[in-house]
Every structure is written in C-alpha cells, then in structure tokens.
C-alpha cells in the first residue's frame, strides 16, 4: 500500500513540476524558481530533482517549508549551471547564519534547516546574487 502511495505522488510531483516552472523568474538568463511549499519535506527532494530535469539547462530552483517555526530550504541547480562555477555548498554557508541553521550537501544540491524564517527575503536575494555573481 506505501509502495503505491509513494507511485502517486512521485507521478503527482511530475505534473507539479511542469507548473511550478512556469512561475520561474528570469535572472540573468537563469530560470530561478524560490517558492515556499506546503508538501511533506521529504518529499521536496524528489521535487527539485523533477524541477531540474524538466528544466533541463540554466536552471535555479529552491523550495522551502516553514513547519513549527522552522525553515527548511533546498537548493538545487542543474549541472550546467555547476560546470560555470555555481556551487550550492558555497551557497548555503552564506545563508545559514541568516536562517540561525546549518546545512550541507554537493555541488548541485543542498539542504538546509533553521530556527529563523523571518529573513528568507533576504536569503533569496543572496540566492540570486550568487547566481549571478559566481556565473562565469
């Protein structure tokens, strides 16, 4: 039953992900997508891996929860944009302080968890920054 369950919801984040990319902001020529999910975290892994892929080339995506007055973000960038020098694990060393939180991961994708959701305007425009500044 779990097995099936788990077959619903992959498929169900496949018809999530052609949406949510239609939302992506441009940056630089980047398709940047940061947008705040209610969906279960564990689930937003499998997500970004779907936003990358359906993104194929020059793609930004970061997703965030906010669940009992802790932000939970994840980053990913297709491998494109890492092969011109864009490095997650740079990325989430800058804005973990701003979420009072940590977090680790590659190149391409990272996760990162804090006790402070009230400055992810900021983080967001880090994010972009980053982008922008490390393109090479």
């Given at each position: 039953m779990e097995s099936q369950l788990?077959?619903?919801k992959l498929q169900e984040l496949d018809s999530q992900a052609e949406k949510l990319l239609k939302e992506?902001?441009?940056?630089k020529g980047v398709k940047y997508l940061?947008?705040?999910m209610n969906d279960d975290p564990k689930f937003l892994g499998f997500l970004v891996d779907k936003l990358k892929e359906k993104g194929k080339r020059q793609t930004a995506v970061v997703l965030f929860t906010i669940r009992d007055n802790r932000v939970n973000l994840l980053l990913g960038f297709t491998p494109d944009l890492v092969d011109k020098g864009i490095d997650a694990r740079q990325i989430v060393k800058k804005i973990s302080p701003l979420i009072k939180g940590g977090g680790g991961g590659r190149k391409d994708?990272?996760?990162a968890g804090g006790k402070?959701?009230?400055r992810i305007q900021?983080?967001?425009d880090i994010i972009k920054q980053e982008i922008i500044s490390n393109l090479k």
């Open positions: 788990m077959k619903y992506a902001q441009e940056v940061f947008r705040e994708f990272v996760q402070d959701y009230s900021e983080v967001t």
